[in-house]
C-alpha cells in the first residue's frame, strides 16, 4: 500500500526536497503541500494523508497549534504528525508531542532515516527513545497537561501491563519481544490492545498514560 505525505513547512525550497526525497520511495506519495500551519489542516482534513511532515516555525499558524488544531478534539484527524526541528530536543518538540505528534526528527536528519520514520510512523509506531521518553516526562510534569490524581488502568491483563510499562521506557516492538521472550507480533497485538483500552493514539500517548498511572520510569 501506498503511504500518503503532506508537507508542511514555509520554505519553498526545503518543500522541494522533502517532495523530491519522499516521492524518490516507491511507497510514499506526497498528496499536498502547506506553506502555513492553517493550510496544512486544511489541506489534512481534505487529503486525509497517512503522515504529515510538520515544520514547527510557520505564519499563520505555527507547527504545534495546527498539529493541536489537528489531533484536538471531538473529530481528531486520523494522521500521523512528524514534527521537523532544527535542534535537538529543543522546547517546540516537546511540544508537539504534548499536542498529538507522534514524533520528532531533525531538519538534516538523513533521508533514509527520514524515509524510515514514515514508514515508521504510517505503521502506527511512533520515534521515542529512551532519552526522548525520559525528557517527555519529565516536560509533561513539569507543565500544566500533568495529572494531579494517578490515572487507574482498568481491564489491563499482568502481560499488558508488563509491556506498557516497557513502552514507557522508550523500548521498540523488537526490543520488547526480544526482552519477554515473545514474537514481535504477540507485542503489536498487546500494544494495540493497550491503545485501544486506554483510548491512545499512539506510543506517545501510551507513555504519558503510563506516567499518569506511576509506572513511567525515568532511569
Not at 526541528?85 to 518538540?93: I, V
Not at 499536542?99 to 504510517?122: M, N, Q
Not at 482498568?154 to 523500548?171: F, K, S, Y
Amino acid at each position: 500500500m501506498t503511504i500518503t505525505v503532506l508537507i508542511a513547512d514555509d520554505e519553498e525550497l526545503v518543500r522541494a526536497g522533502f517532495r523530491v526525497l519522499v516521492n524518490s520511495a516507491p511507497d510514499l506519495d506526497v498528496v499536498g503541500e502547506a506553506r502555513t500551519g492553517e493550510e496544512a489542516v486544511a489541506l489534512a482534513r481534505a487529503e486525509q494523508p497517512d503522515v504529515i511532515l510538520m515544520d514547527v516555525q510557520m505564519p499563520v499558524l505555527n507547527g504545534i497549534e495546527a498539529t493541536r488544531n489537528l489531533l484536538a478534539g471531538p473529530t481528531p484527524a486520523q494522521v500521523r504528525v512528524l514534527i521537523l526541528t532544527t535542534f535537538d530536543l529543543d522546547e517546540y518538540a516537546f511540544e508537539g508531542l504534548r499536542a498529538g505528534a507522534s514524533g520528532f526528527l531533525l531538519k538534516d536528519t538523513p533521508p533514509e532515516e527520514l524515509i524510515s520514520a514514515i514508514r515508521v510512523l504510517a505503521a502506527g509506531e511512533s520515534l521515542l527513545t529512551p532519552r526522548v521518553t525520559r525528557r517527555l516526562i519529565e516536560e509533561y510534569t513539569a507543565g500544566p497537561a500533568a495529572t494531579p490524581q494517578p490515572r487507574k488502568l482498568p481491564g489491563i491483563t499482568a502481560r499488558e501491563l508488563e509491556i506498557l510499562r516497557l513502552v514507557a521506557r522508550g523500548l521498540s516492538n523488537a526490543e520488547i519481544a526480544e526482552q519477554l521472550f515473545l514474537s514481535i507480533g504477540t507485542v503489536k497485538i498487546h500494544v494495540s490492545r493497550l491503545l485501544a483500552k486506554l483510548d491512545a493514539r499512539d506510543r506517545t500517548q501510551l507513555v504519558i498514560a503510563a506516567y499518569e498511572a506511576g509506572l513511567g520510569s525515568l532511569t
